[in-house]
């Protein structure tokens, strides 16, 4: 994986020139990706990446270890001041986010839908969390080789729905820049800062459970001085963290912990937005169902209610042909089910 390795240095020794300017990384990182020079097949890239992972002894510093983004994603450098990533998408798509980081990304292998969304603030409803509306998109096909800025915080809104098994995505990244805060947004337009479970707030969690061994009471009192005191984005992290069973919970923990959080937060005027957003995704079409490009495609705009006309812009589809294949895709879905 020379060339990956080389991509790094050269990155790093040109940010270096500008004494590791924020404000230029975004450019550096996107000339960068568009004069590396990549050409492998997707077979030549399983092989190399392989042999890659066995013969290192250890890793870089790894940017996300679980499947939460990219499956695997792979960090190849890591400095701690930027990052070269590599993700590797089999089934998901990303959310609509913006991003705590700038840099770029290009596509190696597969082709993604890029939805950019200009999403004006409605509601501020806490530091952390507000309403806002994602009713203006634009999209754009991507295909190989071709590379997206990401620019910081909430200049790019945007989400990246990988068409192609496997899509690869290859980015240079910013980390560390504390000032910068990503944000998360539901498909009702709820915006939740994202936050990171800490690893002290988690043994709280683990110490919360042993003490519902010991007795309701004290647990009860241990949960609302720690839980409670925090910003509403970081419980709602705990919430989605513990409800999908990210942490190593019993049945009753689980119950008590997010029956307490929804009891807190349920008569808010944004927690509507926040259940039916969930609500919603239950009853969508599991695009991943699907193996060619065009039927995810017309899966995910029939989930989320674009235009089907809107594909037409990208791709040279008629749309009596578009039609059929929403049909189709509709009828597969529901059969499955």
Same mark, same amino acid.
């Given at each position: 994986?020379?060339?990956?390795?080389?991509?790094?240095?050269?990155?790093?020794?040109?940010?270096?020139?500008?004494?590791?300017?924020?404000?230029?990384?975004?450019?550096?990182?996107?000339?960068?990706?568009?004069?590396?020079?990549?050409?492998?097949?997707?077979?030549?890239?399983?092989?190399?990446?392989?042999?890659?992972?066995?013969?290192?002894?250890?890793?870089?510093?790894?940017?996300?270890?679980?499947?939460?983004?990219?499956?695997?994603?792979?960090?190849?450098?890591?400095?701690?001041?930027?990052?070269?990533?590599?993700?590797?998408?089999?089934?998901?798509?990303?959310?609509?986010?913006?991003?705590?980081?700038?840099?770029?990304?290009?596509?190696?292998?597969?082709?993604?839908?890029?939805?950019?969304?200009?999403?004006?603030?409605?509601?501020?409803?806490?530091?952390?969390?507000?309403?806002?509306?994602?009713?203006?998109? &634009?999209? @754009? +096909? =991507?295909? /190989?080789?071709?590379?997206?800025?990401?620019?910081?915080?909430?200049?790019?809104?945007? %989400?990246? $729905?990988?068409?192609?098994?496997?899509?690869?995505?290859?980015?240079?990244?910013?980390?560390?820049?504390?000032?910068?805060?990503?944000?998360?947004?539901?498909?009702?337009?709820?915006?939740?800062?994202?936050?990171?479970?800490?690893?002290?707030?988690?043994?709280?969690?683990?110490?919360?459970?042993?003490?519902?061994?010991?007795?309701?009471?004290?647990?009860?009192?241990?949960?609302?001085?720690?839980?409670?005191?925090?910003?509403?984005?970081?419980?709602?992290?705990?919430?989605?963290?513990?409800?999908?069973?990210?942490?190593?919970?019993?049945?009753?923990?689980?119950?008590?912990?997010?029956?307490?959080?929804?009891?807190?937060?349920?008569?808010?005027?944004?927690?509507?937005?926040? &259940?039916? @957003? +969930? =609500?919603? /995704?239950?009853?969508?079409?599991?695009?991943?169902?699907?193996?060619?490009?065009?039927? %995810?495609? $017309?899966?995910?705009?029939?989930?989320?209610?674009?235009?089907?006309?809107?594909?037409?812009?990208?791709?040279?589809?008629?749309?009596?042909?578009?039609?059929?294949?929403?049909?189709?895709?509709?009828?597969?879905?529901?059969?499955?089910?």
């Amino acid at each position: 994986m020379k060339i990956f390795d080389d991509l790094a240095a050269q990155v790093e020794k040109e940010w270096l020139k500008t004494e590791n300017n924020p404000d230029v990384f975004v450019e550096l990182a996107t000339t960068a990706l568009r004069k590396f020079k990549y050409d492998w097949a997707i077979e030549k890239f399983d092989s190399e990446l392989k042999d890659w992972l066995i013969d290192r002894s250890a890793l870089p510093h790894q940017m996300s270890v679980h499947n939460t983004f990219g499956q695997p994603s792979i960090t190849f450098f890591n400095n701690g001041r930027f990052v070269v990533d590599l993700y590797i998408w089999v089934d998901f798509d990303t959310s609509i986010h913006s991003h705590g980081f700038r840099g770029a990304f290009r596509l190696l292998h597969g082709e993604s839908l890029q939805e950019i969304f200009h999403a004006p603030t409605v509601q501020n409803i806490a530091e952390d969390i507000r309403l806002v509306d994602l009713s203006k998109i &634009e999209f @754009a +096909h =991507l295909k /190989q080789n071709d590379v997206q800025e990401i620019a910081a915080g909430v200049d790019l809104t945007h %989400r990246v $729905v990988h068409l192609a098994n496997p899509t690869v995505t290859l980015c240079i990244k910013t980390i560390n820049e504390p000032d910068l805060k990503q944000w998360n947004y539901l498909s009702t337009g709820l915006a939740i800062q994202k936050q990171n479970l800490s690893d002290d707030l988690v043994k709280k969690i683990y110490f919360y459970q042993y003490l519902l061994v010991r007795g309701e009471e004290l647990a009860d009192q241990f949960l609302n001085s720690f839980l409670f005191g925090l910003n509403i984005s970081t419980q709602i992290h705990v919430y989605e963290a513990v409800a999908s069973g990210g942490l190593d919970l019993n049945e009753n923990t689980v119950g008590r912990l997010t029956e307490s959080i929804v009891t807190r937060h349920e008569k808010s005027k944004w927690w509507p937005a926040y &259940e039916k @957003a +969930h =609500l919603d /995704q239950m009853n969508e079409i599991r695009f991943e169902e699907f193996q060619k490009p065009l039927e %995810r495609m $017309v899966a995910h705009f029939k989930n989320c209610g674009y235009n089907l006309a809107e594909i037409q812009k990208l791709d040279n589809i008629s749309l009596d042909e578009l039609n059929r294949l929403a049909k189709w895709v509709e009828a597969t879905s529901q059969a499955d089910q």
